[in-house]
């Protein structure tokens, strides 16, 4: 990954950081067609200060770091829970949000011209409603009960936890099928030649999307909930 300064284009930025594409867009600097110019010429062009914008930058790019780290094999049930909660549920939260109005621009501009555009905004939107009420249902209930499991491992405790983590099993499959044909359908997220800065910044956060829900499943399907049936 290149250093980034002050002088690096603002194409390249959203390349190596696509979240900062969130960025640019609210403080309307643009960084599809005239995106290569250096930052501090687009920052200085909208009157603001290069050295607050860059410190943004670097905050995001923090962030994207934390986001990529590789979990310890060491953590016990809670601290993998609040693992799951702190990294893949805070993502989740943030990213699709954030992503929603590019998926939009992008079918509506480019749709008709690439008709899978469509499809892939149909899948984002299931996909997002999908992920944001299974972290909801895992925070508020499935998480908690099970925590009551772990601290009491009862007959009872057991029978009240296990149809939950059926389902949540049954919702990632779901999710897997879905990351399965956004995949197919975008060519393996490769966007056609010649693609504007926004239809190149959508296929790299979907992949990144992809890469985090399958590294979140994996957490809870081969280790958490693989875990809690151990003490079953």
């Known amino acids: 990954m290149n250093q980034l300064t002050l002088e690096s284009n603002v194409s390249d930025i959203v390349k190596q950081i696509p979240q900062t594409g969130d960025l640019f ?15 501090q010429t687009a920052v200085l062009e909208k009157k603001l200060d290069p050295s607050e914008v860059f410190e943004k ?41 954030a ?17 899978h555009l469509l499809r892939v905004h149909e899948i984002f939107f299931h996909l997002k409603r999908e992920l944001l009420d ?8 499935v998480f908690p009960l099970i925590m009551q499991f772990l601290s009491k491992p009862t007959k009872e405790n057991a029978e ?32 056609p030649e010649g693609a504007c800065g926004t239809y190149q910044l959508v296929y790299k956060r979907l992949e990144y999307l992809e ?22």
Do not use: W
């Not at 992503?99 to 008709?115: A, F, N, R």
């Not at 299974?134 to 209930?141: A, F, L, P």
């Open 57 to 97: 930058v670097k905050e995001i790019e923090s962030k994207q770091f934390q986001f990529q780290d590789i979990i310890p094999t060491s953590l016990d049930e809670k601290e993998l829970i609040h693992h799951i909660q702190t990294k893949h549920h805070a993502f989740l939260r943030e990213e699709l949000p």
């Open 99 to 115: 992503l929603s109005p590019y998926i939009t621009k992008i079918s509506k501009v480019h749709g008709e011209k690439h008709p």
């Open 211 to 232: 890469k985090d829900t399958y590294e979140h499943v994996h957490l809870e399907n081969n280790i958490l909930f693989e875990n809690v049936r151990n003490a079953m």
């Open 160 to 191: 009240q936890l296990i149809p939950h983590v059926f389902e949540l099993e049954q919702e990632h499959e779901n999710a897997g099928t879905l990351l399965k044909e956004l995949r197919e359908i975008t060519k393996n997220f490769t966007p």
């Open 134 to 141: 299974h972290t909801e249902d895992e925070d508020n209930v």
């Open 25 to 39: 867009r609210k403080l309307r600097i643009d960084f599809c067609c005239g995106g290569k110019v250096p930052l």
